[in-house]
């Protein structure tokens, strides 16, 4: 428990004697632990793999791995607490994102001078912030045989690909 304690206590001092080693790296951590779950961002290991039959996806963090597995069950454990509300979630980030939309909460400004605009969701301050910068998203090109539409969002695409596949909107 002595252990426990010493790694707690820095958390208050914010020592963090584990360093990274890899050539221009700076991370450090307070456990070692930290550390050897980071180095595993170097070395590209993806040591923990999906079983499920047919699917080869594999990742670098078990807690990864477990968040996948939901895909497979269609398990959504995240219920809304909202009154009225059914929907549920397979992430408690997606579920937290959600309920912004029951409070109104919106705690991602703009930051671009003269801009009073504020945002649910942290993606959708990036998109806006482009109308100020003027970049161009990535883009994302449609497949089908003689289309060339592209899309700055993947969701969008995937929505287009429905006039391809014969399925309504």
Do not use: V, W
Not at 2 to 7: E, P, Q, T
């Amino acid at each position: 428990q002595k252990g426990n304690l010493k790694n707690h206590l820095r958390t208050h001092t914010g020592e963090r004697p584990h360093q990274c080693t890899e050539p221009g790296c700076s991370m450090s951590f307070r456990q070692k632990s930290q550390l050897k779950t980071h180095l595993l961002t170097h070395t590209g290991a993806r040591p923990h793999l999906c079983t499920e039959p047919g699917c080869s996806m594999s990742f670098s963090l078990k807690g990864n791995l477990k968040t996948h597995l939901l895909t497979h069950t269609g398990e959504r454990p995240y219920p809304c607490t909202a009154h009225g509300c059914s929907m549920s979630f397979s992430l408690k980030g997606n579920l937290k994102d959600h309920l912004r939309t029951h409070s109104g909460e919106k705690p991602y400004p703009c930051t671009a001078h003269g801009c009073s605009m504020s945002f649910s969701q942290k993606s959708n301050l990036k998109d806006h912030l482009r109308t100020h910068t003027g970049e161009r998203p990535r883009l994302y090109p449609c497949t089908a045989p003689g289309c060339s539409k592209s899309f700055g969002r993947n969701s969008h695409l995937t929505r287009h690909m429905r006039i391809h596949s014969g399925r309504s909107t």
